[in-house]
């Protein structure tokens, strides 16, 4: 057993580099491969921006509390999100199931009909993908696929210092949502008679169950003429982004504790369930915003926008990636992002 | 129970199709959706082909017989296939892995070996992809892409009255390897002292295993100044990929029995498994060779090609799908494709 290495003690984020590493890059149509939301290649100046992503069954999601067309329409909205972090209007999705004949064609019906109405409200084409059967559970993997300029993609390796850091919306409500529906989901096991107590938690509920990528913020910025100097979209939390941004740009950053966007709901149900809300914020993921950073001679442009809030600043790499508290103590960061081999 | 309707009453072909009808195309990047080898999008006259095909344990691949390393290079290998048939050369692939923590890093180290070693020597970039961890069980999902010249994609819709029908290399070996696999297996679990006996089937064992996409034929048509009628690569079985060039092209077809390339091993092993090698040739899935139409004028182009065997001719629609039988008899073949619902 001595050549057996367990999956965990690498951790997602080490095995994509180790791929990465192992990857050659030979067609000249291919711009960037492996490590930012998307790949992106040349067709003659005009670039495609292609992204894919994968969600099994009893891992990314739980058919006890996810109807299967909320399940569709999640799946494709977070490949959506990922083409709009490059700047991007997602155009092309291909969808590949997998599905055991513990499915009906009534389960599958409702699977396409969140899909296709994700695809209906980003203005997006299911061009294709595969249908096939598997010994148990579902597969969901999808495929989208943007067009842009090569002049207007955005990646998260170009911060600069002294950029400011900008987020949409708010954060951490899709984590609290989850830990909701768990709460209810244990209590049901233990007494299914209990019907299930969600009333008054809509928001968080449909920020995890049914989360909107920003396409508004893209075309907003683009009739506020801001150009990003660097994007990621959030799904595995904001520490964890502010990472990727800070390793692949080869920057620090600091972000102030008290700007973090954090709705009331979010903030009342993290303190039921003894969390600081800023945790919630930072290691949370799922909220599918879009965490990007501007030229400081774009504040203005952003000045007034309620979908943006400045939380911080590039900073030299030396100083790494932090957080003033509120009191004023500074907080070192560390990137808790969720690890798909380290949760299981 | 009345609302239930199993997934294998409807097929994998009238699930796709029932798709297909639910999607509508609004992107002018969306040239063709769902319905053949690729998804075809445009980028300003340059087009780009697509496509995704998902591998599950247990029902594509049996880890029992298929050394990792194999399942990934014939995986990436399938989705070349694909792209090839579109008349391109792929030229990216993203590849999305779920994995229980049955496997080791060793294990994905195998695959990875595969899929990378089909990407040297198909000359593919790795561009992205995901890696996630599933409850139980391997699945791989890949998406290759491909680029062509608006004029150079050929589709498995254009085949017109008169041309002539060719296929490459041979066929029905994939299916024949498979069952001597599935034979050793039986008997392995039968008395696991007996060490399976594989000698002597090394073509046939290769063409299932280690399944080579036609690259090179792809490039001799154009040496050859051939642009075919119509293409597709057969990987679910002649008859299965003749029905589709049919079918949408709005044609019928006359194949002859006694035309059908067939490498002696393969009838050999038909015999012994006391089927007529014709059905393997037909029915048996997963050669990975081109089925394509050329125009009669292009004949004397194709004539001494070792690797191209003109096997019929495209017909009137309402003469159907027909193969003339060794003694002339005249035999109307039904789409006995695999189906990835009837066949669990």
Chains 1, 2 share one sequence.
Request: hydrophobic share 40%; charged share 25%.
């Amino acid at each position: 057993m001595s050549d057996r290495t367990e999956l965990k003690e690498l951790g997602e984020f080490g095995l994509i580099d180790k791929i990465k590493k192992a990857v050659t890059i030979s067609n000249k149509t291919t711009i960037t491969g492996i490590g930012d939301d998307c790949a992106i290649l040349d067709s003659k100046g005009q670039q495609i921006v292609v992204t894919s992503d994968m969600l099994n069954e009893g891992v990314h999601f739980d058919l006890g509390y996810t109807p299967l067309k909320h399940l569709g329409y999640k799946a494709a909205v977070v490949n959506f999100s990922d083409v709009l972090a490059m700047n991007a209007l997602p155009s092309q999705l291909l969808v590949s199931i997998g599905i055991s004949n513990r499915f009906s064609l009534e389960a599958v019906d409702e699977l396409y009909a969140g899909l296709l109405k994700a695809c209906e409200l980003y203005n997006v084409d299911l061009v294709g993908g595969d249908t096939t059967s598997s010994i148990n559970g579902l597969t969901l993997s999808l495929t989208a696929i943007g067009f842009q300029d090569a002049d207007k993609i955005v990646k998260r390796s170009t911060a600069g210092e002294g950029d400011l850091i900008c987020v949409s919306g708010d954060l951490g409500g899709a984590y609290m949502g989850l830990q909701i529906l768990e709460r209810e989901k244990a209590v049901f096991k233990g007494s299914p008679d209990v019907q299930p107590d969600l009333d008054g938690f809509d928001y968080i509920l449909e920020r995890q169950l049914k989360p909107e990528a920003r396409k508004d913020v893209i075309i907003e910025l683009v009739k506020r003429e801001i150009l990003p100097s660097s994007m990621i979209d959030i799904s595995d939390g904001l520490a964890s982004e502010l990472f990727h941004i800070a390793t692949d740009s080869n920057v620090g950053c600091t972000i102030y504790a008290d700007k973090l966007p954090i709705d009331p709901m979010t903030s009342t149900v993290a303190q039921d369930f003894k969390m600081p809300p800023e945790t919630a914020a930072l290691n949370g993921g799922e909220d599918y915003e879009l965490l990007f950073t501007i030229k400081q001679a774009d504040y203005e442009k952003v000045k007034g926008w309620r979908e943006v809030t400045v939380i911080g600043h590039i900073t030299d790499k030396a100083e790494g990636v932090n957080m003033v508290g509120s009191v004023g103590s500074i907080i070192k960061l560390n990137a808790q992002g969720w690890d798909a081999f380290l949760s299981k």
